[in-house]
């Protein structure tokens, strides 16, 4: 983003969302100085080094606090901290080329975005023009996408509000042409009936990107990891927020809710890692009706 004429004053609002935790897990450079992005996290599998790089610590934050340390790099990683984040915005970049080059121009399509975060999947395709994109989240990024809209000349919509694993819905989420979720199904106890969900959501296409198993080919596997690690207040059987689905079972789920064709994101030399990809699942999957010619 540094070539928008962003000012003095969105820097600093960028700065202090960044450290405050609301504006630092997905890639954007907004100046030399305020970088944010988990890129350096994934690609040294080194949870908490750092997911902010800023010159522009408002004062009410003490240097000293747990919260700001978890977010703030080690400015002696800074160069590999760009280096990273330019290659998970190469990735994030590749899902969106992807599925546009399948499903038709932004400007014909509506979108989701289920677990958005700060809204980076929203914002590019609302500079490509996207008639309708909504990101929905159940942590409050309405500040975030306030400001980047702002700074893009974007008009990326926000719904704070949270998926129910009871009812396997988000409240008046209504349909979409096209459906993301990204790093979203390992986070939820229930991923299968979440999957369900996002299928009935999508009326064209469903991207899901997750961590994989190794299993074997034909293996329909779900395999629970950590409990309350994320969400330390959920209760069982809602507590396992480390869930891992293997690829066989991922694309069985997805042929079984009647998707025909289905892509796997296949890396790119300026994206993510060869290792990050054998670990990581992503697939697009498209209704028979919207099948590319």
Known sequence: MRSYNISEEQLCLASKLACSGLLCYQPFVFSNDVITGAGYEFAQSAEGAGLVHTNRIPKEFNLKSPGLQRHLIDSEIADDFKVHNEQLSSFYQSIIDMTLSKTGE?????????????????????????????????????????????????????????????RGEIPDAGRFDV?????????????LAHLAFLGKMAKKALFVWTPTSDDGDD????????????YENSKFPHCFDV????????RRSLELMGFTEIHELKNTPAGLSDAWFEKHTGY??????????
Do not use: W
């Not at 697009?284 to 010619?293: G, H, K, Q, T, Y």
């Open 106 to 166: 932004a400007v014909d399509l509506t979108f989701a975005d289920v677990g958005s975060n700060c809204g980076y999947f929203p914002l590019e395709l609302s500079k490509r023009g996207a008639k309708k994109v909504v990101g929905f989240d159940s942590e409050n990024y309405t500040e975030p996408y306030k400001l980047l809209n702002s700074i893009l000349s974007t008009s990326a919509e926000f719904q704070h509000t949270a998926y129910d694993p009871v």
């Open 179 to 191: 459906v993301f979720s990204v790093a979203v199904l390992l986070h939820l106890s229930d991923p």
């Open 219 to 230: 293996e329909l596997v779900v395999r629970y990891h950590s409990q309350n690690r994320y």
């Open 243 to 250: 869930v891992i689905l293997s690829p066989a079972m991922l």
């Open 284 to 293: 697009l999957a498209i209704r028979p009706d919207s099948v590319s010619e």
